[in-house]
């Protein structure tokens, strides 16, 4: 065996002996100069009767007894694999700036058998994996598996356990190479005597995972032949390729989309020299740039960081979302920042063919200027995927162009892309093609050049408040729906065309002013009408006309048959008592979906789809102003976690809101349910705990106002057919200004087992009151059991001073719910687990808010901290009041409770 010297160890030997190399014809040796006698007293007491010959074998011999001892240290260069030092389970490449290291890991936790070699950061303790090689086939076993390099220069994986190879590298055979780690994060193989990056002979940059590093590449170029993408982890335990992929869409002008399995979820829009235009977020700024490459023999997308040792980071999360991180050291936390889709106008096409989505609108669908919806019924429920049509046929020779300004523009594929033409040659284009529907410039960026040109159906459009938000789009309309003062390329308005203007726009507003008048004349006369008239609904009512169902009129009047005087409009369709009376067979048992302290709920058939319609009871405790309060606020609201409202009922004493129906009724009816819970694996529930946090997140951060629910709780929770979760029920809710953070209040709503100690004992409530609300229901799920607040036999501790307990003695896996089986990731659960109790902490100004909850939900490197005490105080059962039956339900809602002080344990 012929051990190597390291170099180091003639360096710091020096001053004691200078190697020479000495030939003859025979044999060669290293030869070293007699050392003297001060400076090497041991040698010289132990060897001084030796000849010069011995002297010579023995420090040689001597020499290399102590670098075969220190060969573990010296045997290869902490970042390099070469030929004849394979990677074994005990080893890892670490990157000559402590940045990035590469090894075997396991992502299911100490019990699991399937092992990977991938690369994470160095310095973060809990590890962020963002490259893996052999994703889709795991080793069986990492004690005796190795990561070497072949004879023909290639990077082999082999399988200690069967001998077989699980992954290799794919190059150009070579000799004499290296595979080494870079501070990048990449992992290259290069000629062992050549560093430059033109000389890569493989780069793991090239195939990438779930994660895009600064200075990787998306996209496609000719060198490499290949067109890179990022795909999530099956699961948070699993890391072969999942469903979710971002991608460049590498024809017509090119985007980036986020697919679920080949459909489109999001899309970014084309890149405009400046930003994505549909990512108005995005800002070059002196620490971080973006880059995007547009030519013959390349279409990529990178991103750059300027100091180098920040950290950042792009990936696709295994539950669908495109997120951006970037690593705070003094909170040792992953901060997100960015990520879609973030709201509804985020969904790709959500208003169809021809729609405009704008957040700032209710309802967020709009038509452009001379298009009317293709639907209006499906429309006037708040679903524009129909999208819209044009109120006139083309006319290509007289044809005018309307401007829409700050928009994302529409989807590019197919569309014609020239970066040297200028805007007005761009419009002389699409005048003369007749099919051209759209244009505007491909890049924005100084004065402005460039062409694109749509001669298909515009689709996926989004418009933003700000300037900072999408570019300028040119569409074609008949010149009978151009907007003059936007009309682009029809020269200066002709004084006849002014004129004609004037007299239709006196002409129009006589003839609305007559309509006005006429309309308030039927309304009041229906409204006397409707006083006297009886509501009853006789045995005829189920003979009547399904065709009536299917197209009911909306009435205009949102007071027609209230007796309100309010002014305040919801903008939501207004069904007619005796429609919904038909659609649910006189409410009758056959049609009620549940029922609760406000009402019953049941199903419906209107205008072609399924509905929930909620009545509320007469008796119910959620009176006029919870009716109104929800209206006014889920009517603004649009989020894919939060319950659509489709319309509403008023009529006499009957309150009635019409929401959309969902297949899996509520949580807590699955939940619960000793026959059902099965059914929610752990992969389900945690998408549903996530599902939630991101749409409390809106109520509370991302809406338009500040909303505090003040009663979530399970049964508020409804699943739809893919058991995606929306919040419900937003009677008690109360909307707080943009410099508002709590409210008091003298009258206590909200339900036994969810009220934060401070909300029940003082009526103190803020967006920590709904964070203590969501952290029981975490437990909730996690555990498969309700909170139900002290137990009143034996003195047992209610969920959370039990989830408490075991959690401070260590046996949290003891509040698993086994009816989710074995397939679940331990670490992820305990995750739960401790964000549950960070959530219900009895001190407010402990409890995390929903955006850093969001993020320690979905990051598996966040670093937590340890929960405090919970609040036990959660009210009790109101025995001595005569106003509740001796059948009392612990999570019903109240509207009104009286709190006794309870003396601390």
Same mark, same amino acid.
Not at 783 to 799: A, I
């Given at each position: 065996?012929?051990?190597?010297?390291?170099?180091?160890?003639?360096?710091?030997?020096?001053?004691?002996?200078?190697?020479?190399?000495?030939?003859?014809?025979?044999?060669?040796?290293?030869?070293?100069?007699?050392?003297?006698?001060?400076?090497?007293?041991?040698?010289?007491?132990?060897?001084?009767? *030796?000849?010069?010959?011995?002297?010579?074998?023995?420090?040689?011999?001597?020499?290399?007894?102590?670098?075969?001892?220190?060969?573990?240290?010296?045997?290869?260069?902490?970042?390099?694999?070469?030929?004849?030092?394979?990677?074994?389970?005990?080893? *890892?490449?670490?990157?000559? &700036?402590?940045?990035?290291?590469?090894?075997?890991?396991?992502?299911?936790?100490?019990?699991?058998?399937?092992?990977?070699?991938?690369?994470?950061?160095?310095?973060?303790?809990?590890?962020?994996?963002? =490259?893996?090689?052999?994703?889709?086939?795991?080793?069986?076993?990492?004690?005796?598996?190795?990561?070497?390099?072949?004879?023909?220069?290639?990077?082999?994986?082999?399988?200690?356990?069967?001998?077989?190879?699980?992954?290799?590298?794919?190059?150009?055979?070579?000799?004499?190479?290296?595979?080494?780690?870079?501070?990048?994060?990449?992992?290259?193989?290069?000629?062992? $005597?050549?560093?430059?990056?033109?000389?890569?002979?493989?780069?793991?940059?090239?195939?990438?995972?779930? *994660?895009?590093?600064?200075?990787?590449?998306?996209?496609?170029?000719?060198?490499?032949?290949?067109?890179?993408?990022?795909?999530?982890?099956?699961?948070?335990?699993?890391?072969?390729?999942?469903?979710?992929?971002?991608?460049?869409?590498?024809?017509?002008?090119?985007?980036?989309?986020? *697919?679920?399995?080949?459909?489109?979820?999001?899309?970014? #829009?084309? =890149?405009?020299?400046?930003?994505?235009?549909?990512?108005?977020?995005?800002?070059?700024?002196?620490?971080?740039?973006?880059?995007?490459? +547009?030519?013959?023999?390349?279409?990529?997308?990178?991103?750059?960081?300027?100091?180098?040792?920040?950290?950042?980071?792009?990936?696709?999360?295994?539950?669908?979302?495109?997120? %951006?991180?970037?690593?705070?050291?003094?909170?040792?936390?992953?901060?997100?920042?960015?990520?879609?889709?973030?709201?509804?106008?985020?969904?790709?096409?959500?208003?169809?063919?021809?729609?405009?989505?704008?957040?700032?609108?209710?309802?967020?669908?709009?038509?452009?200027?001379?298009?009317?919806?293709? $639907?209006?019924?499906?429309?006037?429920?708040?679903?524009?995927?129909? &999208?819209?049509?044009?109120?006139?046929?083309?006319?290509?020779?007289?044809?005018?162009?309307?401007?829409?300004?700050?928009?994302?523009?529409?989807?590019?594929? $197919?569309?014609?892309?020239?970066?040297?033409?200028?805007?007005?040659?761009?419009?002389?284009?699409?005048?003369?093609?007749?099919?051209?529907?759209?244009?505007?410039?491909?890049?924005?960026?100084?004065?402005?050049?460039?062409?694109?040109?749509?001669?298909?159906?515009?689709?996926?459009?989004?418009?933003?408040?700000?300037?900072?938000?999408?570019?300028?789009?040119?569409?074609?309309?008949?010149?009978?729906?151009?907007?003059?003062?936007?009309?682009?390329?029809?020269?200066?308005?002709?004084?006849?065309?002014?004129?004609?203007?004037?007299?239709?726009?006196?002409?129009?507003?006589?003839?609305?002013?007559?309509?006005?008048?006429?309309?308030?004349?039927?309304?009041?006369?229906?409204?006397?009408?409707?006083?006297?008239?009886?509501?009853?609904?006789?045995?005829?009512?189920?003979?009547?006309?399904?065709?009536?169902?299917?197209?009911?009129?909306?009435?205009?009047?949102?007071?027609?048959?209230?007796?309100?005087?309010?002014?305040?409009?919801?903008?939501?369709?207004? +069904?007619?008592?005796?429609?919904?009376?038909?659609?649910?067979?006189?409410?009758?048992?056959?049609?009620?979906?549940?029922? &609760?302290?406000?009402?019953?709920?049941?199903?419906?058939?209107?205008?072609?789809?399924?509905?929930?319609?909620?009545?509320?009871?007469?008796?119910?405790?959620?009176?006029?102003?919870?009716?109104?309060?929800?209206?006014?606020?889920?009517?603004?609201?649009?989020?894919?976690?939060?319950? %659509?409202?489709?319309?509403?009922?008023?009529?006499?004493?009957?309150?009635?809101?019409?929401?959309?129906?969902?297949?899996?009724?509520?949580?807590?009816?699955?939940?619960?349910?000793?026959?059902?819970?099965?059914?929610?694996?752990?992969?389900?529930?945690?998408?549903?705990?996530?599902?939630?946090?991101?749409?409390?997140?809106?109520?509370?951060?991302?809406?338009?106002? %500040?909303?505090?629910? %003040?009663?979530?709780?399970?049964?508020?929770?409804?699943?739809?057919?893919?058991?995606?979760?929306?919040?419900?029920?937003?009677?008690?809710?109360?909307?707080? #200004?943009?410099?508002?953070?709590? &409210?008091?209040?003298?009258?206590?709503?909200?339900?036994?087992?969810?009220?934060?100690?401070?909300?029940?004992?003082?009526?103190?409530?803020?967006?920590?009151?709904?964070?203590?609300?969501?952290?029981?229901?975490?437990?909730?799920?996690?555990?498969?059991?309700?909170?139900?607040?002290?137990?009143?036999?034996?003195?047992?501790?209610?969920?959370? #001073?039990?989830? =408490?307990?075991?959690?401070?003695?260590?046996?949290?896996?003891?509040?698993?719910?086994?009816?989710?089986?074995?397939?679940?990731?331990?670490?992820?659960?305990?995750?739960?687990?401790?964000?549950?109790?960070?959530?219900?902490?009895?001190?407010?100004?402990?409890?995390?808010?929903?955006?850093?909850?969001?993020?320690?939900?979905?990051?598996?490197?966040?670093?937590?901290?340890?929960?405090?005490?919970?609040?036990?105080?959660?009210?009790?059962?109101?025995?001595?009041?005569?106003?509740?039956?001796?059948?009392?339900?612990?999570?019903?809602?109240?509207?009104?409770?009286?709190?006794?002080?309870?003396?601390?344990?």
């Amino acid at each position: 065996m012929c051990t190597k010297i390291p170099s180091s160890f003639f360096l710091a030997n020096k001053r004691t002996s200078t190697p020479t190399n000495v030939s003859n014809a025979n044999t060669a040796q290293l030869v070293f100069n007699k050392p003297s006698k001060q400076n090497t007293p041991f040698l010289n007491s132990t060897m001084r009767n *030796t000849t010069t010959k011995d002297y010579h074998f023995h420090q040689i011999l001597f020499l290399l007894l102590i670098s075969q001892f220190l060969h573990p240290i010296f045997a290869i260069p902490t970042d390099t694999i070469i030929s004849t030092q394979p990677l074994t389970k005990d080893q *890892t490449l670490i990157s000559s &700036g402590q940045l990035f290291e590469l090894g075997l890991f396991t992502p299911g936790g100490a019990n699991s058998d399937k092992w990977y070699v991938g690369i994470w950061y160095k310095e973060i303790q809990d590890r962020t994996i963002v =490259w893996v090689a052999n994703r889709a086939k795991p080793l069986s076993s990492s004690s005796t598996s190795v990561l070497k390099i072949t004879e023909i220069g290639t990077l082999l994986l082999v399988d200690g356990q069967t001998g077989n190879s699980v992954w290799s590298s794919d190059q150009t055979p070579a000799t004499n190479v290296v595979a080494q780690l870079l501070d990048s994060g990449n992992f290259v193989i290069r000629p062992g $005597n050549d560093d430059r990056e033109q000389s890569y002979l493989w780069q793991s940059f090239d195939y990438p995972t779930d *994660t895009l590093l600064p200075g990787m590449k998306l996209g496609w170029d000719s060198k490499s032949g290949l067109n890179r993408n990022i795909t999530s982890w099956k699961s948070a335990i699993d890391p072969a390729p999942g469903d979710f992929t971002f991608k460049i869409n590498t024809s017509g002008f090119p985007e980036v989309y986020l *697919t679920n399995k080949q459909e489109i979820i999001y899309r970014s #829009g084309p =890149w405009n020299g400046i930003r994505f235009s549909g990512v108005p977020e995005m800002k070059a700024t002196e620490i971080i740039t973006f880059e995007f490459q +547009f030519k013959s023999d390349e279409i990529t997308y990178m991103f750059e960081l300027h100091n180098k040792t920040l950290y950042s980071r792009l990936s696709v999360s295994h539950n669908g979302l495109l997120e %951006r991180y970037t690593w705070i050291p003094t909170n040792s936390l992953w901060n997100r920042f960015w990520y879609a889709p973030k709201d509804q106008c985020d969904e790709y096409a959500e208003c169809g063919v021809s729609g405009i989505c704008d957040t700032n609108l209710s309802p967020i669908c709009k038509c452009m200027v001379g298009f009317k919806p293709k $639907n209006q019924v499906a429309w006037d429920l708040r679903d524009g995927s129909d &999208g819209c049509v044009r109120f006139h046929k083309l006319d290509c020779k007289t044809d005018k162009f309307n401007i829409l300004r700050n928009m994302k523009l529409p989807d590019t594929t $197919n569309s014609f892309v020239d970066t040297n033409m200028n805007l007005d040659e761009c419009e002389a284009m699409c005048r003369k093609n007749c099919s051209c529907t759209a244009y505007t410039n491909s890049n924005i960026s100084g004065s402005g050049s460039g062409c694109v040109i749509w001669s298909t159906e515009l689709i996926d459009m989004r418009q933003y408040a700000t300037a900072e938000g999408g570019q300028v789009l040119y569409v074609r309309v008949a010149s009978s729906d151009a907007v003059q003062s936007g009309g682009v390329g029809s020269g200066h308005s002709s004084s006849k065309t002014k004129i004609v203007a004037i007299a239709a726009g006196i002409t129009v507003g006589i003839a609305l002013g007559l309509f006005g008048v006429t309309l308030c004349f039927l309304s009041k006369r229906r409204k006397h009408q409707g006083s006297i008239r009886t509501r009853s609904i006789n045995k005829g009512t189920s003979e009547r006309s399904q065709e009536f169902l299917m197209n009911a009129a909306i009435i205009p009047s949102k007071r027609e048959f209230s007796g309100e005087t309010s002014t305040e409009e919801f903008e939501l369709p207004l +069904f007619d008592f005796s429609t919904l009376a038909m659609a649910t067979e006189n409410f009758s048992d056959v049609t009620k979906l549940g029922q &609760g302290g406000f009402g019953c709920v049941y199903k419906a058939m209107l205008v072609g789809q399924e509905v929930a319609v909620k009545r509320l009871s007469k008796n119910s405790g959620q009176g006029v102003e919870e009716f109104k309060n929800e209206l006014r606020l889920i009517a603004r609201l649009q989020h894919r976690n939060l319950v %659509r409202l489709l319309g509403c009922c008023v009529d006499m004493e009957e309150k009635m809101l019409i929401y959309e129906y969902l297949e899996n009724k509520s949580l807590d009816s699955i939940l619960f349910n000793k026959q059902k819970s099965s059914l929610l694996d752990w992969q389900k529930r945690f998408n549903i705990i996530c599902g939630i946090a991101r749409g409390l997140l809106y109520l509370h951060q991302d809406s338009r106002f %500040r909303i505090i629910h %003040r009663d979530l709780k399970a049964s508020n929770i409804l699943l739809d057919k893919d058991l995606t979760p929306k919040i419900s029920d937003f009677g008690m809710a109360r909307i707080f #200004g943009g410099d508002e953070t709590e &409210g008091n209040t003298k009258r206590v709503v909200g339900t036994y087992g969810y009220m934060s100690p401070e909300y029940a004992m003082d009526g103190l409530f803020s967006v920590k009151s709904d964070v203590f609300s969501f952290g029981v229901l975490v437990l909730e799920i996690v555990t498969g059991k309700k909170n139900r607040g002290f137990y009143y036999q034996n003195n047992q501790l209610n969920l959370l #001073g039990h989830a =408490w307990r075991l959690w401070k003695e260590g046996s949290g896996s003891e509040l698993l719910d086994p009816s989710f089986g074995e397939s679940f990731s331990p670490s992820e659960v305990m995750r739960c687990i401790q964000v549950g109790l960070l959530c219900v902490q009895e001190q407010a100004e402990d409890r995390p808010n929903m955006a850093t909850v969001v993020l320690m939900l979905g990051s598996e490197s966040a670093s937590l901290p340890q929960p405090k005490n919970p609040g036990f105080c959660l009210g009790r059962r109101p025995v001595d009041s005569d106003s509740y039956s001796t059948n009392y339900e612990e999570t019903c809602t109240v509207n009104q409770v009286t709190v006794t002080m309870i003396d601390g344990r």
